[in-house]
Every structure is written in C-alpha cells, then in structure tokens.
C-alpha cells in the first residue's frame, strides 16, 4: 500500500496541474501599442517585458529569479530576484498579482503597484 502511494503521489507530481508554467508567464506591457516590439525586448524603448519562470527582461536590464513564493488560490506571488542593469547587480523583491488571465500588476517595493496587460499572440 505504501509502494502505490508513493506512486500515485509521483504521478501528481508530474502532471500538467503541479508541473505547469506559472500563470504569470508570458510578454507584458503597460500600453498595447508596444507589443508590436516584443522581438527587440531588451534592446528599444518603448517595449513589454518579458517574464519566464526563470528571469524577468526589460528594457537594459534582466533578473533571475532565484525564489518564488506563492498562492495560486489568490494569484498573488513572491518573487526574489538577482538582477542585473546598466553594469550593477542588485537584488530585488517584487509581488506579482494577477486579476484574471490577462491583468498583472507588479509592486516593485515602494508607490502603487504598475498595471500590466498581456501581449497576445
């Protein structure tokens, strides 16, 4: 009995509902009209961002994500991250909150949380 919990338990593990992209992944950006610049994130102004499970790419900078901390129930995550801009490195903690599938909003410490929209396809 031991054995086929074990087992069941690995198969959950593996499947599509625990093994998923975070729903915060994808291209994002303040107005619209600039995900016509998704390509050249990183190198044009204006552009969206970019955010993988991994890194977060804006325009000159880029940061790894070393931690996340999360709640799917309430769609609200802790992110830290080790970033990189202009020469200098720095940590940074960032709080990701999604309203729906295409609304993000990220506090990035301090003032009111920044308001993005998903890119589509």
Do not use: H
Request: net charge negative; aromatic share 12%.
């Amino acid at each position: 009995m031991k054995k086929l919990i074990v087992i069941c338990v690995g198969i959950l593990m593996a499947s599509p509902v625990f093994a998923g992209e975070p729903n915060w992944v994808g291209v994002w950006t303040g107005d619209y009209k600039w995900c016509k610049n998704a390509d050249r994130i990183g190198s044009i102004t204006p552009a969206p961002i970019r955010l993988t499970a991994t890194e977060m790419q804006g325009y000159e900078n880029s940061c790894e994500i070393t931690s996340v901390k999360g709640n799917d129930e309430y769609a609200y995550y802790e992110l830290t991250t080790k970033c990189s801009a202009e020469g200098e490195t720095y940590t940074a903690y960032n709080v990701l909150m999604m309203d729906g599938a295409d609304v993000l909003y990220i506090w990035y410490g301090a003032g009111e949380p920044v308001k993005f929209i998903r890119c589509g396809d």
